[in-house]
């Protein structure tokens, strides 16, 4: 089978049924319909339809290797830079699409899963079972253009029970039995981001705690169908609406994030990937280089982020008539900057692309965490100085209806610009509101300052990544003893 | 008639039955009723009641000099330092009761309304009975405890029609009639906060257009109620909430912005203040210290909500484990420093205060425009130490219905703290998202920062209020021309 | 004895012919004559003479208790809120004098050793002999007018020697013997600034270490002459210079740093103030509110100091025309904001003063701890705003003897200004320079950043002094409790 | 002539014996060997003796087209990708050589010179004559390894001069007489760095002032040998040291940045480039893409640079044992980020290059834009880093001297840390110290701050430069219209 439609996309999430609860009360009818959900679904079902747009199926699709049916190109695993090119072009056309507001667009859990599938060897010698599992697992989402979302983060209560309280009651996610059919488990997980508006999730507690027998129940990992019995998801409050004009963004990309519970859930035995050592589930994720694959994804989508905001900044400047100030030109030409930037250091990943050992081409991960530093530190940044920019026009904004009530013409008449005309000046405000000041902004920001996790987790992995820290080191040592003020 | 209780407020709130629309549609029921309105009318109304609290009356009100009854002591011009204490303690009170979330708290305007009348003197000169009307609105404010509120900025289109555009198309508020009933004028104001929760609106073009005719029709200052024929008031889409628990700010101090449009108002004309000179309405507000005695109100309001949010902050802290941490100490310290810092200013405003020509009691400029400036530069700063602290808490929360429903025995299990319930965990951390992450915090972040106007106003205001800046150069310049290296 | 003169100053400094070594060589000669001490013993004999000088005597001195001399007013143990003021007055009459840039003005030590005698009480219970030896060595730096430094912070080395140490090659400094004479100690300590233009120095180890055995010999607190056998100061290179229009801040204000060197050095039993018990020297310290009494003098010093940059900062401005540019309005509004601060915290420190146990009062410590977390923030900010203006200025600057020298009428011509000769327009950048870019101006930037301490230490200090930390969490427990939207 | 070694650029230089002056005195002697300049041409000479070194030769040299001699490869005109990979390979052995420091590096020069003649062919149009004098200067340069510098900016004062002054008295440089021989111009230029330490300088004035009338006698280019009659250079303050312990690195990089005075100098007329016409002189340096040429040596230079940083902030933080704490890890990864960022930033210039319209490979100019933008902010934030790790160190730091003479031991003793001997402990800190706060320090920070100018003009280079600004306002406009809330 092979790439789906929009309209495929929508039927197979709103027959899924799932058991999701939105405010304390269960949600019954299709997701497609209700106001949580169904801008979002619009949005993700115009991607899938980008795939067999003309224009664009040769450059979004490959040829499935099994099949020989048209797939997504983000489920590439890339042999060599043409690939990595290919993956990148193909990821921009729907970065651009949804100007990097969608944390998960597809292309993000699709190169999740391709390179998970890239570190399948891996498993053999833990068990061959799990290895020929996961290659069929991401063969399945390929050839299916499944929607995935994943589950890794448990709540901060999971941290309190201790490692060895296996029992029914501990809170840390575990296996509690392991029989024919399958893995039962139980546990919760945070942040399954559009957790709703997807067919399957990957389940991957990380980290999983350490344990002192052979076999660690809290050490798993498979992947689901958002349906078996025992599954439940609660929503936060939507900050969506669906207004195009009122809310130009949460109309279109606001993506749902679920808590994720499962309660005695039988996992089919297809679905385990790893179970028992922790060993595995740990380097599973660094062998495949997770973090490096999905950063190029996400460079992508940041860039287009930048430039929307660029747009954003330079509109909101001249609507007001200040760009010759010398902090609108500060301002734009660091946003500039930091544009050249991330585009350099995607080119740089891909340029100093290293092949991984069993062949397949890696993005260079220096220059990618470089990019999942700088951006927590600079997206706020933006985000501040369009607020500062936009100043008390983002408090007092009326909204579509104002327009074409009977107090309208009021509207018309005095919110209009120089060379604007009132409504699309309120509506370049309203945008400048949503992004800054609204709960979808709000969260916005808070899951662009977090999508790596914390800065001292960050920091970390790009200390541990760095091979030259004992060089200049030995540098410093040469240079302070050598008594020669001459070059040395 | 003496001070109101709360019951007054919202009956006569209700009452006037202004011309008031929300999302395209006028309001028709009483406003103490609508979901926009409702919480932030019970908070008002028990800032009222609090006026005749047995525990409080004493600290919150003074004997009127014409009638004998209690009035608010936020009306009370001050004449001695005792005095100053006085408003302060009773600002303090209500500030505390609101956590200084109410930019419109009653004593706001109070303070205002006092600080005119002490300068109505100054009308003298341009119109006896103009100082008069000034002098009598300013006892029947504080005789009948009125709800004021205030409307100054004009759209940014009136900046665009010319000064000699006095026609009746001008989008510039102007003075389109005076007769023997009072003056006729149009025009619209942006963001008259708590314009449509009041029962009378300040009205004061600022700045007024020069004009090159003897009489400058932009030039006018009055005082209207409500409810007026031509008045309209537009909303902005309400922030608020009911649910205490989900909206734990916003269900309280949601405070409505409006656009105020005056088409051909007839303003009675013991209600005119100024007309036609605007050198008079800018010295008004000049000589009665109209921004200091009103920043005395603020700076109280500033240090309630600092240990607001410090507090806020020490608990989310401790609830996640992270209290020792060194930028948790780092933070704290650095609030509690700057709560030090607002209330020496505080201190320091009321100990150098000084008697302006009328002999009132004027606190010192230098130490509230310093908070003036400082404020809005610490408040996001805050903000985002919270929001960076509460992490991906803020995101995943679920709401106060979850809780009952049949899903929520999950949520006690998986969502408590080490020390705390579930519930109360995720109600701290929804009043977290509240203050950093949704649309009512966002608009308090950006109405903080543009307060007293943008970076560069206060910036100058600060700049010709420093008396002794040649001093400074002078001192530089004796330095430098100083041939002796030992002291001068 | 009554306070002493300039002259008696340097003669007393001079006679001392301390142990002391300059870049590899002792040296010999008087040290008001050395290159590296010449314009700081004049800047301090400026002072000095101060206190003589009729217009000032009374602003400076009081009548001694024991001799009836004119003795300085930084001795008086403050017991009324008067007594507060005069101290300020006092110490801000020397601080204008050198500008905030002498750490170590007189005043500053004799703060130090008249807060430590407040507390003599304490020790009674260690020692009635220590209690009585630190009463009378107040007294007599009182009536002698004694130029005290004091020696705390002991090399990282220190650290490295484990408590149980205790023998003679241990690197923390110690008490190596106890005799009929007095106590022979051994040790180093970093960082005595002016050790060598003092006559006593106040040592006294913080922290020592703690000890096993009844009698810590790592505890101790004495006072000294410069010139006993066995101690040794070693300077870092000078920063100073002698041409105050080259070096127009290093020429009068260069406060050499020493190491100093304790080699079996008998303290004369006298001079003993603790010994052998580790909470003794920590109590002495704080409950003689050592840093608090520090802290009003250093906040004097700093307002001095920011007064002086503000007129820099003004001067530079009206120099290259920029005045009037946005980012000079908002840079030179923040510098009187600071300014507004800190005399603010001092007005409140004074103010809110409190008795100690002994009847002395204590300025409040709540606004002098903001200060001194504050300062080492701003300090190097503004010096970063003085660098910046001054731009390209800094770097080609020529200097005082190419003015009169044959090429000298080039610079007169071409380095002019708008308003300014070339001499004055480069002696103003000279000090933007010497301030900004010098190796004067980078060891007072470290010098203010550390001056109590580090961030973390700072920190630590306020929350440790901050006594309504639960008040303000227990507000956000009810707050978030509270079911009722309307206030509690 | 071939590449030169560092005795012939010794020897040149020393040869010369230009007019020049330091504190008011003629230098008479060697410049090599007076101590403000022999720490540098050390340096300088073991640059150019690497150009001989078997180990570098071919990766420093190509073979003259003219001589088939070997000659720098800086003075390459890259013609193709393979050519920029020489060049950046070269510039990066001179750089890891100074470390970053040298802001003259030859190289600089060379590139600027050789950028210059690959527009050589756009003054065909303003003077044959013109173009082959710049062509033949070129080869000149090339053949002969001339060291230049070179002369922009000019003093404030001749800002102040009128443009009609063109009299003898103007202060802006002119050229005051044409003849036979070649032009005469007097005037003055700041900042040429090494202007002593060179051989040739070009002059070029920057911007020249517009003109009313035919021919603009301050538009003019040339350049020249430092000895000609009429020319004065005039010193600042050295801030070397002979001592390589002591001052690590201005013992070895110390630039002398000269006042260079033309008073009447005969320019030969083969050394003309520019004369009469400001358009030519402007468009000399725009279309020779100047500003990029010279950005991709300066980049290299800033990577070099950083790494030189990290290297210290690592050896600082492992010194004093902090290397865990958390904010080590955040700066340290920060700077890492740099790292990668500025290759990724070179790296995307080389692979983004542009053919210009005479066949050169111009470097693309986005990302070196954006190098020139981000460096100044982010030195002088490492430079902070250190200089707060360093903390009291870098205060109290001994010279090379005390080490060996007879208090040397005591230091052995004390100063030693947990796994160095003293002497090493104390050479990191003076090499902190000498880089954060010794007056080298300072001019390294002003001059990188101010390299490419100030930060409003690097932003308004930035923007100029930027094409896409239409299409992202165009993005933003049609987003907002679109009613769709669906992808558009």
Chains 1, 2, 3, 4 share one sequence.
């Not at 190029?296 to 200040?322: M, N, P």
Request: glycine residues 6%; proline residues 5%; contains cysteine.
């Amino acid at each position: 089978m092979p790439i789906k439609t929009g309209k495929q996309y929508i039927e197979r999430i709103d027959q899924q049924n799932i058991n999701i609860w939105y405010k304390g009360k269960r949600i019954s009818g299709p997701l497609s319909l209700h106001p949580a959900f169904k801008g979002l679904m619009q949005t993700q079902a115009a991607l899938y339809d980008m795939q067999w747009d003309k224009r664009f199926i040769n450059l979004m699709t490959y040829t499935s290797p099994d099949t020989g049916d048209p797939v997504g190109l983000s489920y590439l695993p890339p042999a060599n830079a043409a690939d990595l090119v290919k993956r990148r072009n193909m990821m921009e056309l729907w970065s651009k699409q949804h100007h990097g507001f969608l944390g998960r667009s597809p292309d993000y859990m699709n190169t999740a899963i391709m390179s998970l599938y890239t570190a399948a060897d891996l498993l053999e010698e833990h068990n061959p079972l799990y290895a020929d599992n996961l290659r069929k697992y991401y063969a399945y989402c390929r050839e299916n253009d499944i929607t995935l979302s994943h589950a890794f983060i448990q709540p901060y209560a999971s941290n309190l029970s201790g490692q060895i309280d296996s029992t029914e009651e501990s809170i840390a996610a575990k296996v509690v039995e392991m029989n024919d059919e399958g893995m039962i488990i139980s546990g919760a997980f945070l942040m399954a981001t559009q957790g709703a508006t997807c067919e399957e999730i990957l389940v991957f507690p990380s980290p999983s705690p350490a344990y002192f027998e052979d076999i660690n129940p809290f050490a798993f990992a498979c992947a689901v169908p958002n349906n078996l019995p025992g599954m439940t998801f609660i929503c936060r409050e939507s900050y969506g609406a669906l207004s195009s004009f009122d809310h130009p963004l949460s109309s279109r990309y606001e993506e749902m994030d679920t808590l994720v519970i499962f309660d005695h859930v039988l996992v089919p035995k297809d679905r385990i990937f790893c179970y028992g050592d922790e060993s595995y589930s740990r380097r599973l994720f660094k062998e495949s280089h997770f973090h490096t694959h999905i950063a190029h994804q996400i460079i992508t989508r940041y860039i287009a982020k930048i430039e929307f905001l660029l747009g954003l900044y330079q509109s909101l400047a001249k609507e007001q008539d200040v760009e010759e100030q010398t902090q609108t030109a500060l301002n734009t030409s660091k946003m500039m900057t930091y544009l050249e930037i991330f585009k350099a250091l995607r080119l740089s990943s891909e340029t100093e692309a290293v092949h991984d050992r069993s062949g397949y081409l890696v993005p260079a991960s220096g220059p990618l965490l470089a990019s999942s530093i700088l951006f927590p530190q600079i997206y706020p940044e933006i985000i501040e100085m369009i607020t500062i920019l936009g100043s008390s026009g983002l408090i007092m904004i009326p909204s579509q209806h104002d327009f074409t009530s009977d107090s309208g013409p009021y509207l018309h008449q005095f919110l209009r610009g120089e060379h604007s005309e009132a409504r699309n000046r309120v509506a370049l405000f309203r945008l400048a509101w949503e992004l800054g000041a609204s709960a979808f902004g709000g969260r916005q920001t808070q899951f662009e300052r977090f999508f790596f996790g914390n800065a001292h987790t960050t920091a970390l992995r790009m200390i541990n990544n760095c091979n030259n820290t004992e060089q200049f080191k030995t540098m410093i040592r040469d240079f302070i003893t050598s008594n020669d003020p001459s070059p040395h």
